[in-house]
């Protein structure tokens, strides 16, 4: 069971190596193989996650995550809230903020469940579905 920096650490490493790192060889071992992720209801499982991962990379030059604005732990649930800001820059040169508000649900140092909500600060409109794209 994780203590509250335990899983601020562990979630700090998952972001660097999955989002900003792109690393979809890392994620068998952070994230459960029964996982489950809604991002703006949309539904995935880890393959479709490791599937969205590589659409990022095909589509983005570089993703930069902001340090949690909130962290909220729930020890005895093992569930974390967070709250942050995302920059992404594009191949195509079009660069973006998104707000992202996620709880996840942890056990045993894997991610199990992730429930996401993603809000563009920008208006462009290609931003809307990057927490969802996915090209299979």
């Not at 209801?41 to 340090?67: A, C, M």
């Given at each position: ?80 809230t967070l709250r942050y800001h995302v920059n992404v820059h594009k191949k195509n040169g079009d660069s973006g903020d998104i707000e992202v508000i996620a ?34």
């Open positions: 069971m994780m203590n509250k920096q335990q899983a601020y650490e562990f979630l700090k490493e998952i972001y660097h190596e999955i989002i900003i790192n792109m690393n979809t060889q890392r994620i068998p071992h952070y994230f459960s193989d029964t996982y489950i992720q809604v991002t703006d209801g949309v539904h995935t499982n880890r393959d479709e996650f490791i599937n969205h991962i590589k659409t990022l990379k095909t589509i983005v030059q570089s993703i930069q995550v902001s340090p949690f604005f909130d962290f909220l732990f729930d020890q005895d649930k093992q569930t974390a709880i996840f649900e942890l056990n045993d140092y894997q991610i199990v469940r992730c429930n996401e909500l993603t809000f563009p600060l920008n208006k462009n409109e290609s931003f809307q579905n990057i927490g969802t794209i996915n090209k299979q």
